[in-house]
């Protein structure tokens, strides 16, 4: 009898979850007015993003450390963005108390809606109806203003300004997430180009890390960091009873120069690699969007063949080819803007490694002759 009892209720929760999901489908795809359950609403669109700040919030903090020593400018900017934040944690605060006071005596059975408030909370960023109502319209204009102010960069730290740049400095090195990913950093000087023939003068300061002197010297102390690296296993430490001969030696210099190359390319990887990934990444990103529209376009060529399908699919796969179609713009100028910049830096560091090679051999050979 158990276990027919245990069939049975095993039966009827697979039964039960069978409606839910028919339910869940006929209210988000099978309609002709789609809508998000309470479940997900209250789930993904708000645990998501919360754990992707949760999950970069070290590595901002391990950034500030290494790049600006933990300092922050308090600038007007700042002080709004911490004031809207303060005033949303405060909004969910009393959004917690109307879900606790609504549901009090059933908290269990509403453990993901309680959760909500309380994530929001923690990440920071009837008559119950209408207070939960002024909530919502309260809360979502500061949202969207947190977001909107979001889009534009703190200044930089007066300890951290760069002492070589004097004047004219590179936009790039205060500009946004988003002015980066836009290239609107670059506008002015193209409006300027646009209206006159530019001038030295107009044309940006280089960024430290540009600039012949940064890129040549940590190459060159990579590069010596790998010659002694080489070195060691090539040259293992001998007793004094073992003798080299001149054969023993000639190998080892054979072995030298044979690897030499290979020393050079490992050497440029360990140096300009994480630059070449990042636009290696953009380019991954990009052939899978361009594989992905094709398949929004058979989807939305079937919508079309068939007349019962409801109207908004058509829209949705139309606007997601659109929306496809701008993101693999940019994340193709994204890698175009990282090999451009990496050819840059490579072919510097090698011009000044053998520039320097070579006054070296000179200088030599002139103090030889004396």
């Known amino acids: 009898m158990c276990i027919a009892a245990g069939s049975r209720g095993a039966e009827g929760a697979a039964s039960k979850h069978r409606t839910h999901t028919a339910d869940d489908s006929n209210l988000t795809w099978n309609t002709s007015t789609p809508n998000l359950t309470k479940c997900f609403q209250h789930t993904v669109l708000v645990w998501v993003p919360c754990f992707y700040l949760w999950v970069c919030s070290p590595f901002y903090v391990l950034y500030l450390r290494c790049f600006h020593h933990g300092l922050i400018s308090i600038s007007r900017l700042c002080r709004a963005k911490t004031v809207l934040g303060m005033c949303l944690v405060l909004f969910w605060i009393l959004e917690l108390f109307c879900l606790l006071s609504e549901n009090g005596s059933n908290t269990q059975l509403h453990m993901v809606f309680l959760l909500s408030p309380i994530i929001r909370i923690l990440t920071m960023n009837s008559r119950q ?5 002024l909530l919502f ?4 204009p500061l949202t969207l203003v947190q977001l909107i102010l979001s889009c534009f960069t703190d200044r930089r730290p007066n300890a951290q300004t760069p002492g070589h740049v004097t004047k004219n400095p590179c936009p790039v090195e205060d500009a946004s997430f988003l002015s980066k990913t836009l290239f609107w950093w670059f506008t002015r000087l193209a409006v300027r180009g646009y209206r ?25 102390r990579e590069w010596n960091t790998q010659c002694a690296h080489q070195e060691r296993i090539v040259n293992p430490p001998r007793t004094l009873s073992c003798k080299i001969t001149e054969q023993t030696q000639f190998l080892q210099k054979l072995r030298q120069e044979q690897s030499a190359g290979f020393l050079l390319l490992r050497t440029l990887v360990r140096t300009f690699g994480p630059c070449f990934l990042s636009g290696t990444l953009c380019l991954l990103v990009h052939d899978a969007f361009m594989f992905a529209i094709p398949q929004l376009l058979r989807l939305l060529l079937d919508v079309v063949s068939d007349k ?5 699919r058509g829209y949705l796969f139309a606007s997601s080819m659109f929306l496809l179609s701008c993101l693999q713009s940019l994340f193709n100028h994204q890698y175009m803007y990282s090999c451009f910049t990496v050819g840059m830096r490579v072919k510097t560091a090698i011009m000044g490694l053998v520039y320097r090679k070579v006054a070296s051999r000179h200088v030599q050979r002139s103090c030889a002759r004396v």
């Open 308 to 312: 019962g399908a409801p109207e908004w």
């Open 137 to 140: 319209f309260s809360c979502f």
């Open 196 to 220: 006159s023939p530019l001038k030295p003068e107009d044309l940006w300061s280089l960024r430290e890390e540009d600039t012949s002197e940064k890129i040549i010297s940590d190459l060159e």
């Open 129 to 133: 109806a209408v207070i939960r109502c």
